[in-house]
């Protein structure tokens, strides 16, 4: 700065007003875009949504983060809900001023009450031809709605019963031959967290093993675990405990 300035206080400091009057205008522009954009995709992201039959569900964003929200009419909607969303707003994220992840914030009034086996809807496609990753997506977590796959007690040894289902869907995984997978170990929350954290990466390990097995393709396949850190019910019943012990598939192309 010049000794000019210098000389002058009151200029000094009526510069200095006008370089951060100036600073604030240009953030508050840039933050306004920033709100269109995320409005705008929050819109979108509805009606894929609701294209992908979950009329109930949307996205928020918050801070870089998507969570997705609303009253599911039931637990096994709400995971077949997040699962789908994982694939089909994926090229959404990572967009500057939209979000960076995906959350599943969502809430269902039918967590506490029973639930009636249905029978595993599949995708018409899959009786015959090739699936996308996403209506692969889709039909993985229909088949799961009424089954899940299970381990020994604390343990991450397949149990025998889960033999069947996982030769259903090491099936369905052949008809989207150029789906990534993602096999994701969640347990509940009972014991310690570090040791629910190993557990649930060792069965998902198990899992993408039993699959690599049965001749997919190892190098299409990860295993990660998330211990208790994604909990479907946080109550503490031995049916929320049932719930939260899973193993989920998460597909991209």
Request: net charge positive; hydrophobic share 45%.
């Amino acid at each position: 700065m010049s000794r000019r300035w210098w000389s002058c206080p009151v200029c000094t400091v009526l510069g200095l007003v006008g370089l951060a009057l100036l600073a604030w205008w240009l953030i508050g522009r840039g933050d306004g875009k920033a709100d269109a954009v995320r409005q705008r995709t929050e819109a979108d992201a509805a009606e894929v949504l609701s294209a992908a039959g979950f009329p109930w569900a949307r996205l928020k964003i918050d801070n870089e983060v998507g969570r997705i929200v609303g009253d599911a009419p039931s637990v096994a909607q709400r995971t077949a809900a997040y699962a789908a969303a994982n694939t089909t707003l994926l090229p959404m994220m990572g967009v500057p001023g939209v979000f960076a992840r995906l959350e599943d914030g969502q809430s269902s009034p039918a967590l506490a009450l029973p639930e009636v086996p249905a029978v595993p809807k599949v995708p018409q496609a899959a009786a015959s031809g090739a699936l996308t990753a996403e209506d692969c997506q889709v039909a993985m977590a229909r088949v799961l709605e009424s089954r899940q796959i299970r381990f020994k007690l604390a343990s991450a040894e397949l149990d025998p019963s889960s033999v069947p289902l996982l030769d259903q869907l090491h099936g369905l995984s052949r008809r989207c031959p150029q789906a990534r997978m993602r096999v994701e170990g969640h347990t509940d929350a009972q014991g310690d967290a570090v040791a629910n954290m190993r557990l649930s990466q060792r069965r998902a390990q198990a899992v993408v093993e039993a699959l690599a097995k049965r001749g997919m393709a190892a190098n299409r396949l990860q295993a990660q675990g998330f211990g208790e850190e994604r909990l479907l019910d946080a109550g503490s019943t031995p049916e929320a405990h049932e719930r939260n012990r899973r193993i989920e598939f998460h597909l991209a192309p």
